[in-house]
């Protein structure tokens, strides 16, 4: 048996064990939201079936230390990955169909049947390193040598394949092929050490994975999800993207789908005050006369908020900042975000912020994913940021996720922008479970919110008095806790996560919105 072969076998497991950890992240993502909890369980169930696949792999090769043995094992852990991860796909997207309506029963029978799909590819990946140290040690005098060169290779593989499956096989062809791809590579390696070991196995691995792959292949086609009005979905290198229309409105959805972050009506039509009609209010809460002439908005998705900024406003400066560049190609083709006067730019909400000299009368900050925050956007530094680049009489609105009875993350932002902000108002956004708030670089009172609304000139925009009239009915008293966000601690995943769980304990199941409520994000 080559040697070198031996360490190509070790390179390619590695690489397909993260890449499947990573493509297992993200078709769990897409239906179950992409916050700390799934990565940890993703985590942990790799590191569990390693676990178990380390034991065993060990055992097993000092029972049988045959080289066709252990390229056996390499051949079928590359079809169990190609074929389970499939599986998982289709289990996924009964899971997806489940939660848009609230079957819990469903949910969880679909996400018992994800994790024991997971478990036969992850050990069969677990046996390969120690089996191959078996195979690799032939003097005891060289055992760590070898040991420590094969734990380097498996290493090496595993770097490359975070990068290919994250950075170019899932953005280009998605996580169902980049399954088979992983899976077929590994299987055809294993054949490969299966031929030079023992050819009549070798030929019928070869068989059997042929059709194990035409089985399976009919499960990469159709959509991820299928809901109804589903027009477009794709994938990012950060995100599972969908488009669904309803009548003649199509919304933005994105991963696990239980919340729309932008919104387009045919002919620019808004049929109802929303989050991002609320936020055209924020600069009502300063004293008259009131100026609006740029705008800042960290989170654009597919250009709802500057959308209604314009047609209120006029042709306003307006920099949008959005992380995921596919989000705004989708937001041209289905959202018309067309308009001039707004210049797109790509990447991260605070980094690019920090880059740009300009200072706005407003900027707008719904970079959030339902119920979770990136915490780098939530701290005292990060709202410092955002005043330097406010004019005097700018101002910040946020847009912050609650329960029915839990603020704790409404009280924790409102606190934290008040060690920067002199003013900080909320308002409670009516049908929803959202909360704006408003802070201004001078102090101000929700008495100039309620007099800019009576001396409104009546050839206002329609969409602006609404705006203004649903913001005085619904302001809320704000009562800041004795929490603040800054960049050395900001437990915000540890709030949300306790304010997700409260609210299942209270609520239950039938409290989660399904598809057809249109929640906002």
């Not at 049929?271 to 009609?277: D, F, G, Q």
């Not at 005085?472 to 966000?485: C, G, K, L, Y």
Request: with cysteine; charged share 15%; proline share 5%.
């Amino acid at each position: 048996m080559s040697r070198k072969y031996l360490f190509l076998t070790v390179f390619v497991g590695g690489m397909s064990t993260l890449a499947i950890e990573f493509t297992t992240s993200r078709m769990l993502q897409a239906v179950y939201g992409t916050s700390n909890i799934v990565w940890a369980n993703v985590i942990g169930l790799v590191l569990l079936f390693l676990t178990a696949g380390y034991f065993w792999g060990g055992s097993l090769a000092d029972k049988r230390p045959f080289p066709h043995v252990f390229y056996m094992l390499v051949t079928l852990a590359g079809l169990s990955s190609l074929f389970f991860l499939l599986l998982t796909s289709l289990l996924l997207r009964s899971a997806a169909s489940a939660l848009a309506a609230v079957n819990l029963n469903a949910i969880l029978s679909s996400l018992v049947g994800v994790v024991l799909a997971l478990a036969v590819p992850v050990t069969l990946l677990g046996c390969i390193s120690p089996f191959a140290i078996r195979l690799g040690v032939q003097d005891v005098r060289e055992a760590g040598r070898i040991s420590g060169r094969i734990y380097a290779i498996s290493t090496w593989g595993s770097l490359l394949g975070t990068y290919l499956s994250v950075l170019v096989t899932i953005p280009l062809t998605g996580t169902r092929i980049t399954a088979v791809l992983f899976g077929l590579l590994l299987t055809l390696v294993g054949i490969g050490g299966m031929w030079q070991t023992h050819r009549r196995y070798a030929l019928g691995l070869l068989a059997f994975g042929g059709a194990v792959l035409l089985a399976a292949w009919p499960w990469t086609q159709g959509t991820l999800k299928a809901y109804p009005g589903q027009v477009y979905e794709t994938e990012s290198a950060y995100n599972y993207i969908q488009v669904v229309q309803q009548d003649d409105c199509y919304y933005l959805l994105l991963n696990e789908g239980q919340a729309f972050h932008s919104f387009y009506c045919e002919g620019g039509r808004v049929p109802r005050i929303s989050v991002w009609s609320i936020m055209l209010a924020a600069p009502y809460f300063n004293p008259a006369p009131v100026r609006v002439n740029s705008l800042g908005v960290v989170g654009l998705a597919a250009g709802t908020i500057p959308k209604q900024y314009t047609m209120v406003y006029g042709d306003i400066s307006v920099d949008g900042i959005e992380l995921d560049g596919e989000i705004v190609r989708v937001g041209r083709a289905y959202f018309d975000l067309t308009e001039p006067n707004i210049r797109v730019i790509v990447g991260d909400g605070r980094y690019e912020l920090n880059r740009l000299d300009v200072r706005y009368d407003v900027i707008t900050l719904d970079a959030y994913k339902v119920p979770y925050i990136p915490w780098h956007l939530t701290t005292r530094e990060f709202f410092g940021e955002v005043k330097a680049h406010l004019t005097e009489q700018g101002v910040l609105a946020v847009n912050v996720g609650r329960a029915p009875h839990d603020r704790r993350l409404v009280d924790a932002i409102a606190a934290t922008l008040l060690t920067v902000f002199p003013s900080v108002h909320a308002i409670d956004v009516p049908g929803s479970l959202n909360t704006i708030l408003v802070a201004t670089v001078q102090p101000t009172t929700t008495d100039n919110l309620r007099q800019n609304l009576a001396e409104l000139p009546e050839e206002a925009h329609p969409l602006l008095r609404a705006a203004l009239e649903t913001a005085v009915a619904n302001i809320v008293p704000v009562t800041p806790s004795d929490v603040v966000f800054t960049d050395e601690r900001a437990p915000v995943e540890t709030i949300v996560d306790s304010l997700v769980i409260r609210f299942l304990l209270e609520e239950g199941p039938a409290g989660l919105p399904g598809l057809g409520i249109t929640t906002e994000d």
